[in-house]
């Protein structure tokens, strides 16, 4: 401190701030700047001062008394402490204490900036100056035209507020720290000097602001400083290693597409969705009794089929239930395999089984009773009549054609009383059958034999007996080649009948008329044989015919009005009717036809 100090024109000082005035909390502070004004006043001579007003008469709007000395410096547009009061948004921040700033004139030595000492702490008892309160006001620019302290000499120290020039540049050899900038709200450390940036209306225009000095150092306490990376170390991957990693991701990768390949291949025919079709919902209502469908619901429960197996041959056919005794009826050649001592067994529509015995059977009606016993819950089917059927009448035929039983076909009547002749594999002539049938269309083929005809409210009209095969025309039962739409059965009206003699006498009654007939007759009708069969006449003696004067040779053209055509057809029409009917004939004799009434008589089947 005793260093000459250089000859330069001494700096003209200010007069003291504003004294505080009572009750404001910047008196401290004040003080410590008069003191400090006081000193450096010691060391220089006074200099004349213009009065200036006061600051508070200033701002209040009224003219002071006297006028007030001006400071010593320029206000501190940042409030700066100990000269001002924080920022008007936050409490200042705690910030390093600069180093001392020597008297004014003192000569720097060099070195001083670049280690600056570091600032003591206050003795003990010394009073601190408190910061001013928020909202302090602070002393206002100078005005225009006031003039500014010279600067100081080089090496020396300006006083407290004095604007410096720029710097010519830093010191050879030493790098100056860039100053921080100051968080947002927060007083700065003395003399650093703040970027420019967009002006805040809460603040004074800034002053112009010394250099910055290397005593103050690059540091900001609201600054985050991340910390520092740690230091990477290289990570080092054996070859065996990755070779285990590159074959395990490749099973999995393989497991993977297996299993996705797997499933697209088992729903490729679906598109991998579910088809889920729509469909109606279980139907519990019942048919209606006309429909086909309500007349097999019905008939079925008393249609039975019948297995035959004799000493020669086998078959079977299909037969119904006609009482709760247990008589079924059927064709004759349905059970003629069995014999006097074969077997028959019977199998109902729920698949009872059951054995059963022939009771009666006719060759000429083709028509048999069979009898089982010890059945319960048995069905009879109700009996229609055949005379009331009329061509196209609905019908429902039930069989067990080629074995299948409980088989359902449907048609209509094609015709009535279709004379029609089944048999005739015996020379004498004694199997052959004479049928006035029923022609339907509905399918029937062998196996159906002995099975029911029903109209549409389940009676029974007939029985299905023969079909016209295509194979070899040979007619009734002759062939088997199936169902062509040409179906034949026996009215029920002539079934009932024979099935009633049959079960109450063991044999069948056949109309007669007591003629014998020239079966090999080509012309148009029946004609009456010249010759008796064996030594007999060929008009019995006292019988229908004989009683109606029907003589040998002479030929009947006609049965109730009805043509007949051979003697096949005469048979078939006497046999439809019972004996004792009355029937009317027309007999054609040396070219003059007249009328013969007559009475059927009886024979009994053999």
Known sequence: MDEPKAPKPKPKWWSRPVAARPGDQSSDTAEGAEERTEAAAAQAPPEPVEPVEPVDALMEGRVPEEPAPRPLHEPDPYSTPPYGGPGPWAPAPPVQHPVATPAQGTHVPPGMAQAPPQTPPPAPGTPQAPPPAPGTPQAPPPAPGTPQAPPPAPGMTPPH??????????????????????????TPPHGTQLPVGPADPHRPAPMAQPAPTAQWRGYDPWTVVP?????????????????????????????????????????????????????????????????????????????????????????????????????????????????????????????????????????????????????????????GNSDSVRVGDPVVAIGAPFDLAGTVTSGIISAKERPITAGGEKEDGSDVSYVDALQTDAPINPGNSGGPLVDRKGRVIGINSAIRAADDGSGLGGGQGGSIGLGFAIPINQGKRVAEELINTGKAAHPVIGVTLDMGYTGDGARVNTKGAGSGPPVTSGGPGDKAGIKAGDVITEVDGVPVHSGQELIVKIRSHRPGDRLALTVKRGGKKRTAELTLGSASSG
Not at 161 to 186: D, E, I, N, Y
Not at 346 to 353: A, E, K, L, M
């Open 161 to 186: 507020g004095t604007t410096l020039p720029p710097a010519a540049g830093p010191v050879p050899g030493q790098s100056a720290p860039a100053p921080m900038p100051p968080h947002p709200g927060m």
């Open 227 to 383: 910390p520092p990376a740690a230091p990477k170390t290289a990570k080092t991957v054996s070859r065996r290693g990755a070779w285990i990693a590159v074959l395990l991701i490749a099973l999995v990768a393989g497991c993977v597409g297996g299993g996705i390949g797997a499933y697209a291949e088992r729903d490729n025919a679906s598109g991998g969705v579910d088809v889920k079709l729509p469909q109606a919902p279980v139907e519990k209502e019942a048919r209606a009794p006309g429909s086909v469908a309500g007349i097999a619901a019905s008939s079925l429960p008393g249609v039975v089929t019948i297995h035959v197996r004799g000493s020669s041959e086998e078959g079977t056919g299909t037969g119904f239930v006609l009482d709760k005794q247990g008589h079924i009826l059927t064709n004759n050649h349905v059970v003629q395999p069995a014999g006097a001592d074969g077997d028959i067994s019977v199998t109902f529509n729920s698949g009872q089984d059951a054995k059963a015995e022939i009771i009666g059977r006719d060759t000429g009606y083709d028509l048999a009773v069979v009898k089982v016993d010890h059945v319960s819950g048995l069905t009879p089917l109700p009996l």
